[in-house]
């Protein structure tokens, strides 16, 4: 899959808000790809608009999705932003892209029961019987993790723990043998021990039916758990870019500075804990320079001015600061940056990765 330099803006009855502001994003086979930043920083935006059920008062002002899939023996190329809702809804999602929402109980039907859920894309999407349905299905549930998965199939939602009711919801998307698999925030809901088990589980899927994934989080802890390549994402754009282990290592943006000072650590024990200062810039108004500038202590004349383009720093790491200019102050990262750095290293070797 790849994105093009989508622009996506809302009319509001505050005015227009440029929610998404020329996005570049590119997802490969097999890949999983973390999507990092604070809320309202356009990341579900962004995975909605690869769904197209973005909520009617959107506009695309530019930009493209080109998906390759096989259908069969053959390869097929489609701009997912010029098909039809309808022909989304047929042709691509569930069978092709499939997402797991943030909030399981609002995303699955009280009213149906587990294993009607589970088998409702099999029987519109492949045609399968009943009976073919309900087998997978059962396959599913197990698959999942959901122990007495037959008896489960006769079980509503609210009937149901958080964690079973997420594992259900995996089963669902997982349920047509999709290519990609969208997870918005998918242990957000979900306690401690149940999130760790949730995101192993994901791991394990995706090595068994070799399909990619997308995680949307505002947690790094996550990331480092399961993803391959990460865009940081603030004011409707990706700002830093890079495989996993570059943007924890070798992180160049002072906003990717932030997010990785705020993660909580076992060593520290005492005081508060880390707060980018300040607030995200309200999109409703025109972003002149660097969005990230007010609450950016390393800021230089030219961030209030002109928005840094992104400077390649390897052929998979790049950053959108004015700090990679040749002509720019030298900055280094802080020091107790570097030491909690220096700490994740120590961790990741404790635990053989």
């Not at 808000?17 to 999507?35: C, E, N, S």
Request: proline letters at 5%; hydrophobic letters at 40%.
């Amino acid at each position: 899959m790849e994105m093009k330099d989508l622009s996506i803006s809302f009319k509001t009855s505050a005015g227009e808000v440029k929610a998404i502001r020329g996005v570049d994003f590119t997802l490969y086979k097999g890949d999983t790809v973390a999507i990092v930043g604070e809320s309202g920083s356009g990341k579900s935006v962004t995975v909605k608009a690869i769904m197209g059920i973005l909520s009617g008062n959107e506009t695309v002002n530019s930009g493209s999705i080109h998906f390759t899939y096989h259908r069969g023996e053959e390869v097929v190329h489609e701009d997912l932003l010029k098909l039809s809702r309808n022909e989304m809804r047929k042709r691509i999602n569930g069978k092709r892209i499939a997402m797991v929402f943030q909030d399981p109980m609002t995303s699955l039907n009280p009213t149906m029961s587990i294993g009607a859920q589970v088998m409702e894309g099999m029987i519109y999407h492949h045609k399968k019987s009943k009976a073919e349905a309900r087998k997978r299905a059962i396959e599913l549930l197990d698959l999942v993790g959901i122990p007495e998965p037959e008896k489960r199939m006769k079980n509503y939602p609210h009937q149901l723990s958080g964690g079973m009711r997420q594992r259900v919801v995996i089963a669902i998307a997982l349920s047509c043998d999709p290519e990609v698999l969208i997870c918005d925030e998918p242990t957000t809901a979900l306690d401690v021990t149940i999130q760790a088990k949730i995101l192993e589980l994901i791991k394990e899927i995706q090595k068994k039916m070799n399909i990619s994934v997308i995680y949307i989080t505002h947690d790094l802890g996550v990331v480092a758990k399961v993803a391959d390549y990460v865009a940081v994402m603030y004011a409707g754009k990706f700002i830093e870019k890079g495989t996993t282990e570059e943007i924890f290592f070798d992180p160049r943006h002072p906003y990717t500075w932030g997010l990785l000072s705020a993660i909580p650590s076992l060593e520290k024990t005492e005081g508060a804990l880390y707060a980018i200062p300040g607030s995200p810039p309200n999109l409703l108004h025109q972003v002149v320079g660097d969005p990230f500038a007010p609450r950016n202590l390393y800021a230089l004349n030219i961030d209030y001015r002109i928005e840094p383009p992104m400077f390649k720093i390897s052929d998979t790491h790049f950053a959108s600061t004015w700090l990679l200019h040749e002509d720019a102050p030298k900055v280094e990262m802080p020091k107790q940056l570097k030491e909690r750095i220096e700490g994740m290293r120590k961790e990741m070797k404790m635990h053989g990765k």
